[in-house]
Every structure is written in structure tokens, then in C-alpha cells.
Nanobody, 116 residues
Framework: QVHLVESGGGLVQPGGSLGLSCVAS????????MGWYRQAPAKVRRRVATITPNGTTYYTDSVKGRFTISRDTAKNTVSLQMDNLKTEDTAVYYC??????????WGQGTQVTVSS
């Protein structure tokens, strides 16, 4: 089983930046699609950005041009750089590692709050 540990959330003003990191416990991570999802209060969890083992990225429309996902296979790490943050980006952000419906793992979540 893959264990994921997130870090880097916090409070930031609109227009500011934050970086999130997620470390996977297993080197099998390199074979997984990695990604970040977020869940705002009273909302469903939604995909924000994902990156495949070969580096293909996906971004939801609302974060394109502002967020950048990357992965470091040697360090079993996936990161999300968030720039020009908006109040609507406020949510709990979850790291995800997906290889199949059975091999689908989540981190514990980290809070990101964008507020003045």
C-alpha cells in the first residue's frame, strides 16, 4: 500500500503563492498517475491537476496558467506550485496516487486558505 504525506498548506492573501508537496512511501509511485484534488466546504472533491508517469499533465480550467504540477521520481514526490491564488481556491487539498480502481490512494489533506 502506498502512503502519501502532504505538506505546505496555509493561509495566503489573494494574489499570493503557495507550494504543496506530497511524498509517497513506496517507490512503486513511479508507475502511478499522481495528482491533486480539492474539496471546498459543502462541495464535492474535484480534480485540480494530475501528472502521469511519462509526464503528461492535466489541469482543470480554473487553475490553468496559475498552478504547476511536477514530480520527482527519485524522491517519490509530487508538487503543486500555486500562483496568483484566488479566494475560490480555498479548500482542503488532497494528494492522490492512482494506478487502478483497486490501487487508488489518498493523503490526509492539507488546508489552503486564500483570504485578505
Amino acid at each position: 500500500q502506498v502512503h502519501l504525506v502532504e505538506s505546505g498548506g496555509g493561509l495566503v492573501q489573494p494574489g499570493g503563492s503557495l507550494g504543496l508537496s506530497c511524498v509517497a512511501s513506496d517507490s512503486l509511485f513511479r508507475n502511478y498517475r499522481m495528482g491533486w484534488y480539492r474539496q471546498a466546504p459543502a462541495k464535492v472533491r474535484r480534480r485540480v491537476a494530475t501528472i502521469t508517469p511519462n509526464g503528461t499533465t492535466y489541469y482543470t480550467d480554473s487553475v490553468k496558467g496559475r498552478f504547476t504540477i511536477s514530480r520527482d521520481t527519485a524522491k517519490n514526490t509530487v508538487s503543486l506550485q500555486m500562483d496568483n491564488l484566488k479566494t475560490e481556491d480555498t479548500a482542503v487539498y488532497y494528494c492522490n496516487a492512482y494506478n487502478s480502481p483497486r490501487d487508488d490512494f489518498w493523503g490526509q489533506g492539507t488546508q489552503v486558505t486564500v483570504s485578505s
